[in-house]
């Protein structure tokens, strides 16, 4: 399945719940979930009652729209996960947490995950002085990303709409010299998603 490219708001409705796909837009009034918060289509409005595959399904598209990946690199998480030691659902949630797109609207220097994938593949970007073009790049302990001198001007309009938006405890960010860093592997706790993570080891192993 390619990348999508209609109307991201409908994904919301879709899993029936807010994805925070397109940044302010869904914290303000113009937001299209408040309006229709059903699924979209013809039948969208009609009561539905999910099998349990159907709930772990929705669960995982969900968290597949949540990240924006495809279902192939979303598999690739889950096999990487499942061989790792501890809890499958945790680590998956890490690995998609260390994502250098998503510690990157984390830190607050983008409004979305997709305004933070353009960002990076536009080259404004350094981890430990070096260019990253890659939003996948799995970001490690003690990795140090900073905004490329030429681009501080553009990304400090970003970031000033972001004043209200704090980095979470895993991660330090200097507003003023658009530069942070991963301080530690976050743990599930300090994860606000909203993905229940147990669902999708479900549908896997089914």
Not at 100 to 121: E, K, Y
Request: one cysteine or more; a positive charge; charged letters at 35%.
């Amino acid at each position: 399945m390619g990348r999508h490219t209609g109307p991201v708001c409908k994904q919301c409705r879709r899993e029936g719940a807010k994805l925070f796909l397109k940044g302010d837009k869904c914290s303000g009034p113009k937001c299209p979930f408040d309006k229709r918060s059903y699924a979209p289509g013809q039948h969208g409005q009609g009561a539905k009652r999910l099998s349990e595959f159907g709930v772990r399904l929705r669960e995982k598209q969900k968290a597949r729209r949540i990240y924006g990946l495809s279902e192939r690199q979303f598999r690739n998480y889950f096999t990487l996960a499942s061989k790792s030691k501890g809890s499958t659902g945790e680590k998956l949630m890490e690995l998609l947490e260390r994502r250098l797109d998503n510690v990157v609207w984390r830190m607050g220097l983008s409004a979305s995950r997709g305004q933070a994938r353009q960002v990076i593949r536009d080259g404004h970007l350094r981890v430990n002085g070096k260019k990253v073009n890659i939003p996948s790049y799995c970001v490690k302990t003690g990795d140090k990303i900073n905004v490329k001198e030429r681009s501080i001007a553009a990304l400090k309009k970003i970031v000033e709409g972001l004043k209200e938006k704090n980095a979470p405890a895993w991660l330090t960010l200097n507003k003023e010299a658009l530069e942070g860093q991963m301080v530690n592997i976050p743990k599930r706790s300090e994860m606000d998603s909203l993905v229940e993570e147990r669902l999708i080891v479900e549908f896997y192993s089914r």
